[in-house]
Nanobody, 127 residues
């Protein structure tokens, strides 16, 4: 099985930056497509960004496009989310997700397409 652990969350002022990390263990990391989701209190979990197993394809939610960057380092079994120009509406618990892919360019955007999830890390952006 795959275990995912997020880190890097915290409290920042609007306009600031944070870098989230997701450490993976248990199985071959390089064969998994991965993504970031977030959930604010009282709201549904929403897609943020995803990256293919090879790292060659990335997709972003419109709300974060141009501000967030997803990346991965398969040699280190790590995935990252660089968040710049943070806004109060970015406040949420951020979750790392992963699932087996059959193609190196395959990307999943729906939460129900992922079987493995981290415990989440809180990101709070003050105005």
């Amino acid at each position: 099985q795959v275990r995912l652990v997020e880190s890097g969350g915290g409290l920042v002022q609007a306009g600031g930056s944070l870098r989230l990390s997701c450490a993976a263990s248990g199985r071959t990391f390089s064969n998994y497509g991965m993504g970031w989701f977030r959930q604010a209190p009282g709201k549904e979990r929403e897609f943020v960004a995803a990256i293919s197993s090879s790292g060659g394809k990335t997709v972003y939610a419109d709300s974060v496009k141009g501000r967030f960057t997803i990346s991965r380092d398969n040699a280190k079994n790590q995935m990252y989310l660089q968040m710049n120009s943070l806004k109060p509406e970015d406040t949420a618990v951020y979750y790392c997700a992963a699932d087996r892919t059959f193609f190196s360019s395959q990307v999943y955007r729906e939460s129900n397409q992922y079987h493995y999830w981290g415990q989440g890390t809180q990101v709070t952006v003050s105005s």
